[in-house]
């Protein structure tokens, strides 16, 4: 099939990949938009991969309020150089994941650090859950595991969907943007503050 300029540009859109990637993709994709996209996606992940060892000592804070003043958000994302944080779509995306945590309200950045006592309680919860149904120990036991690959999903940042676009995780859009800087990119912390609430 051949690529024409409209598609390369309808990628380019789509994903805000490079020109020639975008050529490349719809090459060995045969014109297949969907199949492109995923490519370019999966490319992404390599190149976030690759990355993630190198140091982030570069960066912002960014800070989004909502609600008429009731909930603020503060975010630090990382990056390799003072160049890539003064870019527009490193900024962006900052904000978008400051708007996110204001929005959803997620217990800490990655499944590492959310705190034991709270995973242990999780788990104490499903597994009672699991024997008052009845089940035998080995189902209960998968029962537990997978409700607890749920709840991470649903409060580690990087792991859930973001709320502007539900068939993005968090950790998609960082291995987008890495692909597009080409560095190594992270969200390192962050403080939400609803007004009433106990930290």
Do not use: W
């Amino acid at each position: 099939m051949a690529i024409t300029t409209q598609m390369i540009k309808e990628l380019r859109d789509k994903t805000n990949a490079g020109m020639m990637d975008c050529k490349k993709a719809l090459t060995e994709t045969d014109g297949d938009m969907e199949k492109a996209i995923d490519l370019l996606r999966q490319k992404g992940l390599a190149v976030a991969q690759k990355r993630a060892g190198r140091a982030t000592s570069e960066g912002v804070i960014e800070s989004y309020i909502h609600a008429g003043g009731k909930i603020g958000v503060m975010v630090e994302v990382n990056c390799e150089t003072d160049f890539v944080a003064k870019t527009d779509a490193f900024k962006g995306f900052a904000r978008d994941v400051a708007m996110h945590i204001a929005a959803v309200s997620p217990v800490a950045v990655r499944r590492e650090e959310v705190p034991a006592d709270l995973v242990e309680r999780e788990k104490a919860i499903y597994t009672q859950q699991a024997i008052d149904s009845g089940k035998p120990e080995h189902i209960a036991e998968k029962i537990v595991s997978g409700r607890m690959e749920k709840f991470f999903a649903e409060n580690c940042l990087l792991e859930q969907k973001f709320v502007k676009d539900p068939d993005l995780t968090i950790q998609d859009l960082l291995n987008d943007l890495v692909a597009k800087m080409g560095e190594n990119i992270t969200i390192r912390r962050f403080a939400r503050f609803q007004v009433g609430e106990e930290a």
